[in-house]
């Protein structure tokens, strides 16, 4: 049967996931250290995972209203205005979802009409752009370069506005460069949003891991941005809960309302044991001043400088990334490609790292590697990269 | 403390094998810096020393391991602290804490064979003028140890690679 005349071509003409490919070539040797991973090293806190142990017994198997357990939805109120400063009211303006990955899809979706352009910054998160055409717009990659840091700038971004473009995508901490916004930086973008009246989708789900006296603001905190914005967070990152599935967005009443028309007809609800999860991850959390996140920072931030270093002394250029757990070192002076570094890399050497350009055309010469790993595994992981790249010098 | 210290700390009890450079790159410390604040801690006592974890069931040592609650009479200006230094002075006793609740000191003691452990117990722990009364409990197996899980290694169970 021919199927083609079946699919929506929309979708189908979606290229698939340049990470698919790397990850059926690394699962195929055994051995290797992987730096390729997306999510933390740790386990959920064990007061978290009882929590959801004790729903389970008591029988808590039930749906819970569309929008979220109403206590955790108070909770990410209280955790949002007590960490950034965010005022959102828990029965109108937050929706739990899951993972922050449906936050984006139907905060896309809620927005984007056919024609819409949506800027996303480049490298970028997997998802973005492909969630754009799923919605019917078109993505517009606004490239972010190594001597920014890359951070978004005003000027790249005024460059990429056209008449047609309705939404930016903030995805900061960055998911693959480590980047982080400071305030200054996000003011300038804020008066570029105003400007072209824009909205903005601001992916904040690395807010909690942010490094070297660095710390994050929400861009819905800025002056005259929090109307604009649709918040997304959640507790994968922060609360080493990525399996759990368990995000949320905030905004605008009037936003939230149609997102959860989609989230209610699509999902119901987001599974009422990684609810319970997230609530026992809030509550504590605010009780003992976030222990568990500020223990696992101190250790990432240990491992994010030794890797740092480790790149540096290779003689690559790295600059410091200041967010998420992820390092983006330039691999260009070996004369490969990212793709070309990453194969022969593994083949070679049995380490895998994620080319740049799976996260977008502006990663070409970076490799995304990730330091979420006990440290004995990246010494010997960093050992055999400089063997690799003193060898391509 | 220092936030330094505490860092190294964290480190060293991870694994105290890391080189000073290493321990200076993760900390944001210079290597002189990292090496002054060991020293320092050394001779605070708050490092005592720098030893593995050892899994001794899996080596061919006979060894057995008790917990033994002691009931004690404590001595007039010197409370409890006598009494522990006249056990902890014995090279099988491994730990000695004193405790809240039903009796007063907890004894980890270790000694080759079941005999010699009971010859300890009853020769030499009881008679002590100010023990009133013990109580021993073997070591069956031992599941974790100072945050350190025995049993079977745990595996990584991320994919090995996602977005």
């Given at each position: 049967m021919n199927y083609e005349q079946y699919l929506n071509r929309r979708i189908a003409s979606v290229p698939p996931s340049g990470i698919r490919r790397f990850f059926d070539l690394a699962s195929s040797r055994k051995d290797a250290i992987s730096l390729g991973v997306g999510e933390p090293d740790f386990k959920t806190p064990y007061l978290i995972r009882d929590a959801a142990i004790n729903s389970l017994v008591d029988g808590e198997t039930q749906y819970t209203a569309n929008r979220g357990l109403p206590e955790l939805r108070q909770e990410i109120a209280l955790y949002l205005n007590g960490r950034y400063g965010l005022s959102y009211d828990w029965s109108t303006q937050i929706l739990v979802t899951i993972g922050a990955s449906e936050a984006i899809d139907i905060a896309l979706r809620a927005l984007v009409e056919n024609g819409d352009e949506v800027l996303v910054p480049d490298p970028s998160y997997v998802s973005y752009a492909p969630g754009v055409t799923f919605?019917?717009?078109?993505?517009?990659?606004?490239?972010t370069f190594q001597k920014d840091d890359f951070r978004l700038t005003a000027e790249s971004l005024e460059r990429?506005?056209?008449?047609?473009?309705?939404?930016?995508?903030?995805?900061?901490?960055?998911?693959?460069?480590?980047?982080?916004?400071?305030?200054?930086?996000?003011?300038?973008?804020?008066?570029?949003?105003?400007?072209?009246?824009?909205?903005?989708?601001?992916?904040?789900?690395?807010?909690?891991?942010?490094?070297?006296?660095?710390?994050?603001?929400?861009?819905?905190?800025?002056?005259?941005?929090?109307?604009?914005?649709?918040?997304?967070?959640g507790f994968s990152k922060a609360f080493a809960m990525t399996g759990w599935r368990v995000g949320y967005a905030c905004g605008a009443e009037e936003i939230i309302s149609v997102m959860n028309k989609i989230h209610q007809y699509a999902i119901?609800?987001?599974?009422?044991?990684?609810?319970?999860?997230?609530?026992?991850?809030?509550?504590?959390?605010?009780?003992?001043?976030?222990?568990?996140?500020?223990?696992?920072?101190?250790?990432?931030?240990?491992?994010?400088?030794?890797?740092?270093?480790?790149?540096?002394?290779?003689?690559?250029?790295?600059?410091?990334?200041?967010?998420?757990?992820?390092?983006?070192?330039?691999?260009?002076?070996?004369?490969?490609?990212?793709?070309?570094?990453?194969?022969?890399?593994?083949?070679?050497?049995?380490?895998?790292?994620?080319?740049?350009?799976?996260?977008?055309?502006?990663?070409?010469?970076?490799?995304?590697?990730?330091?979420?790993?006990?440290?004995?595994?990246?010494?010997?992981?960093?050992e055999r990269m400089a063997d690799f790249v003193q060898h391509h010098l | 403390m220092t936030k330094l210290e505490t860092s190294l700390l964290d480190l060293l009890r991870e694994d105290c094998r890391l080189p000073l450079e290493k321990l200076a790159v993760m900390t944001g410390a210079s290597v002189e810096e990292v090496a002054e604040a060991i020293d320092s801690m050394e001779k605070r006592h708050i490092i005592l020393r720098y030893s593995p974890m050892i899994n001794w069931d899996l080596t061919d040592r006979e060894r057995v391991e008790a917990m033994i609650e002691v009931r004690v009479?404590?001595?007039?200006?010197?409370?409890?602290?006598?009494?522990?230094?006249?056990?902890?002075?014995?090279?099988?006793?491994?730990?000695?804490?004193?405790?809240?609740?039903?009796?007063?000191?907890?004894?980890?003691?270790?000694?080759?064979?079941?005999?010699?452990?009971?010859?300890?117990?009853?020769?030499?722990?009881?008679?002590?003028?100010?023990?009133?009364?013990?109580?021993?409990?073997?070591?069956?197996?031992?599941?974790?140890?100072?945050?350190?899980?025995?049993?079977?290694?745990?595996?990584d169970r991320r994919l090995v690679i996602s977005p």
């Open positions: 919605a019917g717009g078109t993505p517009v990659p606004v490239t990429a506005v056209t008449p047609r473009s309705k939404l930016l995508i903030l995805p900061y901490p960055n998911n693959p460069t480590g980047a982080i916004m400071e305030k200054q930086d996000l003011e300038k973008i804020a008066r570029v949003v105003e400007k072209h009246d824009l909205l903005v989708i601001s992916d904040e789900i690395y807010s909690e891991l942010i490094y070297d006296g660095h710390t994050h603001v929400s861009f819905a905190s800025l002056e005259g941005m929090y109307p604009r914005t649709i918040t997304i967070n119901m609800c987001a599974p009422r044991q990684g609810q319970v999860a997230a609530l026992a991850a809030l509550r504590t959390g605010r009780e003992n001043g976030y222990e568990s996140i500020l223990a696992m920072r101190d250790s990432y931030d240990r491992r994010r400088r030794l890797m740092v270093s480790a790149f540096r002394e290779m003689g690559l250029d790295c600059f410091d990334p200041f967010g998420a757990f992820y390092v983006f070192p330039s691999v260009s002076r070996t004369g490969l490609s990212s793709e070309e570094f990453c194969s022969q890399l593994l083949q070679e050497k049995d380490v895998a790292a994620v080319p740049g350009t799976a996260f977008g055309p502006s990663g070409e010469g970076h490799i995304r590697c990730c330091y979420a790993t006990a440290i004995d595994k990246i010494n010997i992981a960093l | 009479t404590p001595q007039r200006d010197m409370g409890f602290d006598a009494v522990a230094r006249r056990i902890y002075r014995f090279d099988e006793v491994k730990s000695v804490y004193l405790m809240s609740g039903s009796y007063d000191l907890l004894v980890l003691v270790e000694a080759h064979t079941l005999k010699e452990l009971a010859t300890f117990v009853a020769s030499k722990l009881s008679p002590l003028e100010m023990v009133t009364g013990t109580a021993t409990s073997f070591v069956l197996k031992r599941y974790k140890e100072e945050g350190v899980v025995f049993e079977n290694e745990e595996t």
